[in-house]
């Protein structure tokens, strides 16, 4: 049955988290992106926002997740992507996970407050989730992880990794703990999302147990991992193209030029009418990929590869031209929109940052 | 709860008309050919035989999504196989044409409607030199202050279904006899003195559609053929019809989506909805994007329509925004397909070659995407007309 309808827990979760962006996140952004780094106690006020905590597979809600992902990503979305960054990692072991995975690894994550994440991209130009060069190969023992995984976030606070490598001629996951021998980690400075602590993964003759193949000996299904990925990083990309546009349209009914407000030329309110309703549309795209991932569908990888495919052009078109109807202070860091605009190409360029 | 499937009725009035889509493929090219005043209508064997599927949808009304959205699907999978958008009356298996009639039972008093509501009346609103501004209308109706009557003067273009139609309501600037002025409605009934209809237009497609002009010369009507309601309230009802044209847009633009995913599959490539644009052809990564925008076309409608099934009439902004972004998907769908398919794809062998021509349309009437835009932009930026135009 057709319908938009929210129920009261999305409306709620809606307004909290839009508040939270609003009140934390969105003032906490450009010191974010010029220091590299994220303030602990932002971090922490976030996450007793208590998204985490519903992220197993009875409570877990996909499009309540893309909800609070727009409206973080509305705030700012390197700071949206560290305070939900662990959840990707939670939702994938509580889908697939074995009783024992559950309980051993995300036992320790709730003690110890520590960050996880996914390790999806690799190096390389030609790089793609169906054909990942990081090895795994088993013996008696277990399992020798091989490669080096890249821009992982948080990576320095990560007590796990669930690493993404061939295994068997599929694509499987791995959960590898930080403090096994044969991991580091090296930060990387990117184009935009510094504060997220970008980092790569190095795993050079990693020795893991037969209990650290994600789901078992049979494995899982990592492309609805993949699916869920591409559908949360679609939602921020939302919200962070509704921050361009709604500042870009306060700026252009502000700014006089020849006579009239910027915003009541027909070339620049046709460009903000398009922006609008690319925002909306791209909300659409994404609530269905979430309606289909909370079912279970099928076609929920259709759904999530347009969803994604399209927020992405989506909010790059909006975050470019939001630059550049700021005309010259549009290239000022005085302004936010020039950080958005590197974030947003940066979120789209990436895999695995946040899921739905 | 947010859910975009098809509910088990939904899906069986969907799979009808769809079905029904397939027997009226068959006839598209009957339809690609101009009519002249007079003609009679084409006749396709077996037509009388279908189903009436929006009355099949009117009866499973509570278990569907509702009828505004079912009258979508329906009317996206009739323009997918070429249905002809004909008149057929009132209570026809299509979509509703005959907005006047609509209109009336909004604006017209009681006495008015029982007298002309059994008509079927077209709607007269675009002038050679007023289209979507309707503030430049010059078709005129000066009321004769002894008889009451009105005299109306001017002419109309590119009204659909002109000549089935039984009359029209028109839209005039009207000076009562007190010498007030401003845009008013009027009946005026076939067979009016000084009403004529005018020949058919020469269209690049949906060459069968009766469009005509209308001419108006010294046509007296009473007064009881002025009808009370204003510019805003006869322009509010095109909020149900823009995103039904949105909805075309969606119907034909899933028929060359199809036919190119066709070709594609034919030679053995599949689109892979796991991998990134690295892996792909360019064909197959163009078609995926065209997709995408396919399927944010279909939900900006179905959000529309949704919205019209809950509050019960058709929003104004939802409606534009699907009426613009349908638009534009459509002539991105129909060039980009083109494109794809290469030489083949020119004969008039292919449907898709009558649907290029057909679907060009979509983004001009009904308000062309411009006007769409100039209309958003208002309500967006909270700009009068004035402020923005």
Redesign the interface.
Known sequence: ???????DD?ELARETFHAAARDLLRPAGRNTEESGSIDPALLMQAQELGLQHVQDADSRDP?LNTLVLEELGWGDSAIALAVTGTIAFIQAVNAFGTEAQKQSVLGTLDSSGAAAALAIAEHG???????LATTAVGDDAGYTIEGVKAFVPLASQCAFFLVFATYGGAQQAFIVPRDTPGVSVEPVRTLGLNGLGLGHVTLSNVRLGHDMWLGGDNGCDV?RI?DSCRTGTAAVLNGAARAVYEYV?DYT?DRVAHGSAL??K?SV??R???M??AV???R??N??A???LAVG?DTA???????H??AC?QANWIADEGVQLLGGHGFLRDHPVEHWFRATRTLSNLEGLASA | MVDFSLSEADATIVGMAHEQAKFYRKHARLFDRDLAIGDPPIVIPGEEDLPHIRNAARAAEEETSGFPILDALINLEELYGGKPMRARGRQGDTMNFFLSNTLLEKIGTQEQIDKWNALRLCYGLTEPSAGSDPAGVKTTAVQDPETRDWIINGEKIFISLGEASEGVMVLVRARDAEGHERLSNFIVEKGTPGFSVGTQHRKMGQRSVDTVNLIFDNVRVPDLNHLNGDLKRTLSILNSTRSLVAVQALGFSRAVLDFVREQLDARGEMLDYRSSIRRQSAVAARLMRLEAYYEAAWLMVMRAKWLEVEQGSAPKVEASMAKAIGGRVVRMVMQEGMELLGPEAVSTDHLIEQVFRDSRIVDIYEGPGEVQRVLLARDLLGYSAREFS
């Open positions: 049955m057709i319908s938009f309808a929210l129920s999305q499009v130009f030609n790089f793609d989730v169906t054909d492309q993949i349209k009914r915003a009541q027909q309110g046709f903000l009418v398009d609008h309703i909306e549309s791209m659409w795209m609530w269905r979430a309606s289909e569908a990888t259709r759904s999530a590869r347009l969803a495919l399209y052009e």
